[in-house]
């Protein structure tokens, strides 16, 4: 398959002026084809080739553009000469929305019904997650990267510029929701007909009422045979104060009742706030990064409007661009002439540094500068862990694939880090356990790099004594923060250690009241609210250390409640805590990349189990290898990984027994010199399995 440029004439407003369009083709059919694209390149349009722009209706039925007359003013010519002109939408003719749920509830099937209204994508019956473009996502059957798509959609015979972003559903990806509401007036709000409101429906509803979006309340799947679709009503009247009238049931899956939502976001929802004669504004809320065009910034235009070749400046470095493409997500990149105020689209620049695109950032007109908006709250990571290179030869590709992921995902931070055993890496905080795996095999899948993960750990506090060492180790300050567990002080540092709280929500049905009761007391969890929202569901809080949470917490929680639980959490700041210092040694030696933190409680029984695991997944050397868990001096636990033993005695048929005696002596003899200056490595499947409890 090979790349190139095609011509077309626009028949939006009948200029009859020509634009390019990328198509793929073969290469005989590109060598065919040659002669034709020189001869459009020298000026002639092919009269029969006309864009046609479909756009759904109210009614069913589908509306094309057609070109009406051959004379038009310099601003339709304008408009034109990208492909789409976006002038004929003011701010009162577009709307911006997002879709949130919990996980599994059906954003992405809603999503492709609303593109299939609206002709923006043809009805072949096989569409099915088309938003959800990287390959982690069609494998795992969820979303993790919030995308953008525009819809064109007649209503009441006029036509409205409709803008839909489809966000994730798992607690990990929350900083996703909250960026993409920033770009949106209002949101659907979706709950599963059969599972009910869920804890991450609790926490998206709030997200979007802070942030005074308009919200439409959208009941689905109403087609399967165990749905509930009343107890879902009354348990969104119960804990948002929803009325029923303003409730839409629907089935995405079959799209029953799908044509009453576009009606809705129309009525609902209010237009975007904006001045089209004001200064240009505009906030960057996502980027990607292509190899060949640099970094593509996804932006919502406050105010004015951006075309192709625009000189604009970043509020946040003072760097100034020219804007080389700019266009809509249709659902894939469509160039536009311009963009105007309340849409949203993306801007290409040339931007090759990666740390250029800063998300949050405000881009203004270059010599018209603006207030800055106030942009984005940092994520705060959850979880840390070590990222190093199978091979020190990768280093160099690994940190270049780090660098276009995080531009990808704003949400990971990176900070460079170092071992005796695996060599340079990197320290990443990533918002959850899901997320770090996520990014793991995004890693391995979208840039080919092998990598080993270390133990995930939280961040923990620790306030110092006041000592001569620990002023020349740490500086003249009182409390650090340890993000590796490597470097946790020992208690004759810290007078206190300081962990992690989490406040967590629980929903689920009442007959696993217990088994959850059970689950969070052996997680140190304290309970702080329990209450009905409906006959058959309860809602619980729990205090519970972020340690304890982090690692299978959630896996543990669906087992015992049969799938039925969901769960979400949120900050709850630092507590004090009885914490020590795991340490794993292989015959003496301690490897860091296996240290952990833990409870003073269960430092015991972590001990047992991690080298219980090591022993199984650590390779048998010539010699015997001694693993131990220890807090400082003091091994807790210990397992044998027995030597390979050559039988020496195998030439031996007969004779004296002090023959076999000597073989034998000489053998022990040499495995114990060996043990004194053998390396044992650690495989990556040790890295892992110790991650699972």
Known sequence: MVLFLRKYACSLCGCGRTFTRLRYHTLNF??????????????????????????????????????????????????????????????????????????????STLADRLLELTSTISKTGGNEQVLDKLQVERERGITVKAQTASMFYQYKGKTYLLNLIDTPGHVDFNYEVSRSLSACQGVLLLVDANSGVQAQTVANFYLAFE???????????????????????????????????????????LGTGVDDILPAVIERINPPVTGIDQPLKMLLFDSWFDRYRGAIANVALIDGKLSKGDKITSGHSNKTYQVQEVGIMHPDQTPVATLYAGQVGYFISGMHNIKEAHIGDT???????????????????????????????????????IDRLTLNDSSVSVSI???????????????????????????????????????????????????????????????????????????GQAVEYLEPMIIGTIISPEEYATQILHVCLERRGEQLDYSHIDNTRVLLKYKLPLNEVVVDFFDVLKSVTSGYASFDYEDAGYQAAELVKLSILLNGQEVNELAMVVHKDKAREVGKRVCATLKETIPRQLFEVAVQAAIGKKILARENVKAVRKNVLAKCYGGDVTRKAKLLRRQAEGKKRLRKFGNVEVPKEAFISVLKR
Not at 214 to 242: G, W
Not at 449 to 477: C, D, E, H, M
């Open 211 to 253: 942030a005074d979006l308009a919200i439409i309340p959208v009941i689905n799947k109403i087609d399967l045979k165990v749905a509930n679709p009343e107890a879902a009503a009354n348990q969104m009247r119960t804990l948002f104060d929803i009325a029923d009238d303003d409730i839409l049931r629907i089935s995405a899956k």
């Open 417 to 491: 880090d170092s071992s005796l055993a695996l060599g340079q890496g990197w320290r990443l905080g990533f918002l959850g356990l899901l997320h770090l795996d996520v990014f793991n095999q995004r890693l391995e899948q979208e840039y080919n790099a092998n990598v080993i993960v270390t133990v995930p750990s939280v961040p923990y506090k620790a306030k110092l004594t006041q000592s001569k060492a620990n002023r020349q180790l740490y500086g003249n300050v009182q409390e650090i923060t340890v993000y590796n567990p490597s470097v946790f002080p020992d208690r």
């Open 363 to 401: 881009f203004y007109r270059h010599g018209q500068p603006v207030a800055l908006l106030p942009g984005f709250k940092a994520a705060k990571p959850m979880v840390f862990a070590g990222i190093y290179p199978m091979d020190q030869s990768e280093y160099n590709n690994l940190r270049s694939a």
């Open 30 to 107: 590109r060598l065919r084809a040659q002669p034709k694209l020189e001869k459009l390149s020298a000026g002639s349009v092919e009269e029969n080739k006309l864009i046609k722009i479909q756009v759904g209706t109210h009614d069913g039925k589908v509306r094309k553009f057609s070109a009406s007359s051959n004379n038009c003013s310099k601003k339709s010519q304008e408009g034109s000469a990208g492909g789409l002109d976006l002038s004929e939408f003011p701010a009162e003719y577009i709307r911006n929305f997002s879709i949130v749920a919990h996980v599994d509830h059906g954003k």
